[in-house]
């Protein structure tokens, strides 16, 4: 079973900066795509930034220049720098991992999510 603990959310004011940090752990072989994503208040899970295994990066248009994500493939850990945060930016944030683990001599294939940090901006 793999486990995706989070870490670093909190209450900040607007224009200030949060790292959120999601670290995996469990029988697996390798994990491809890492991501986080949010749900605000009355909102739908959205996207907010994916990473490859090979460092390859993507954003929500809403967060470019103001979020960072990165990953340590020796801790199987994700992170994700906030800087310049605004109030629409509070919700709870979710890490997701793409994994590959091995199932009676076959390779299988799950995404799991974290538990959840609540990220709460004051104007």
């Known amino acids: 079973q793999v486990q995706l603990v989070e870490s670093g959310g909190g209450l900040v004011q607007a224009g200030g900066s949060l790292r959120l940090s999601c670290a995996a752990s469990?029988?697996?072989?390798?994990?491809?795509?890492m991501g986080w994503y949010r749900q605000g208040p009355g909102k739908q899970r959205e996207l907010v930034a994916v990473?490859?295994?090979?460092?390859?990066?993507n954003y929500a248009d809403s967060v470019k220049g103001r979020f960072t994500i990165s990953r340590d493939n020796a801790k199987n850990t994700v992170y994700l720098q906030m800087n310049s945060l605004k109030p629409e930016d509070t919700a709870v944030y979710y890490c997701?991992?793409?994994?590959?683990?091995?199932?009676?001599?076959?390779?299988?294939?799950?995404?799991?999510w974290g538990q959840g940090t609540q990220v709460t901006v004051s104007s």
């Open positions: 990473i490859s295994s090979g460092g390859s990066t």
């Open positions: 997701l991992a793409d994994v590959r683990f091995i199932v009676s001599w076959n390779i299988s294939q799950n995404n799991y």
């Open positions: 469990g029988k697996m072989i390798r994990i491809n795509d």
